[in-house]
């Protein structure tokens, strides 16, 4: 009988010890043209997503959506963890992007956003985070940026984003990491033909909702977890066509 108690009582010490259940899905840059169809089509598939957006954030993109909605800044780890422990989201996506300026050594953001977000995830049981990174970091494609198309893949944006990866494939949190190649200027229309690649030299060009519906398909999938992709859409080939005019 006191076996039993003590065998109950471990259950229950242990139950309490887990953060409160996990659910939903928790998007950075949710006001961004990646983060817009992310939420969309969180939404359409019936789960409760919270957008974290800043104060300052255009929330246009996702007028008329079913969402909550927590403020922050990615460069404020307390945000984030106020936002997380509130919302407890089950899974978390980063479509963020740093806007307009050169990344300087001394202007860290893909990096410090993740040890923001990542700390924040620990701490409330987050199950998978969902990450968008760029072809060229950490050496992927490296000849074929640099041979064919004259790209610096040292930069300090690539390696930036490089240090974020790293950070969170050493978290302990499942993962998921994207590394897009060239997206399409919006207004871009769906192909229907995107796919993710664990091919570290491909490298090609894909639109945003594509990407987004790529993306989701990892989404809570053990396939996917603690695993790189490429993502990229074979009926998008030559030269990406120029900005029409869209955002
Ligand atoms: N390969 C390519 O051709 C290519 C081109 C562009 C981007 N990308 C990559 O694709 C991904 C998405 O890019 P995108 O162009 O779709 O993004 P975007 O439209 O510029 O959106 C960026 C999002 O990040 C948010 N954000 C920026 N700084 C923030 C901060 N300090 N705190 C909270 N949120 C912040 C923005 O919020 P606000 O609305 O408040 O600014 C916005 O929602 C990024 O990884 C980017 O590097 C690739």
Request: net charge negative.
């Amino acid at each position: 009988m006191n076996t039993l108690k003590f065998v109950l009582a471990s259950a229950l010490t242990a139950l309490l010890a887990l953060p409160a259940s996990a659910d939903g899905v928790m998007v950075f840059g949710a006001s961004g043209q990646l983060g817009a169809p992310h939420v969309r089509m969180l939404v359409e598939r019936g789960e409760t997503v919270t957008a974290f957006v800043r104060e300052t954030s255009d929330r246009k993109r996702l007028n008329g959506l079913n969402i909550q909605y927590a403020v922050g800044d990615l460069m404020d780890a307390d945000s984030i963890l106020t936002a997380m422990t509130e919302f407890k989201p089950r899974v978390v996506i980063d479509t963020s992007a740093r806007r307009g300026g050169m990344m300087t050594r001394e202007q860290p953001f893909y990096a410090e956003a993740m040890r923001n977000i990542v700390d924040a995830a620990k701490a409330n049981g987050v199950k998978q985070i969902i990450i968008h990174s760029s072809v060229g970091v950490r050496g992927s494609a490296k000849k074929y940026l640099e041979e064919e198309l004259g790209y610096n893949t040292e930069s300090q944006n690539i390696r930036d984003k490089g240090e974020a990866e790293i950070y969170l494939e050493e978290s302990g949190v499942g993962y998921t990491i994207i590394r897009n190649g060239l997206l399409e200027f919006e207004p871009a229309e769906a192909t229907g033909n995107g796919y993710l690649i664990d091919d570290m030299n491909a490298f090609g060009r894909i639109t945003r909702t594509d990407l987004a519906a790529v993306s989701l398909e990892c989404m809570d999938n053990a396939d996917c977890l603690s695993k790189i992709y490429h993502a990229q859409d074979d009926s998008l080939v030559g030269p990406r066509p120029e900005r029409e005019g869209g955002d």
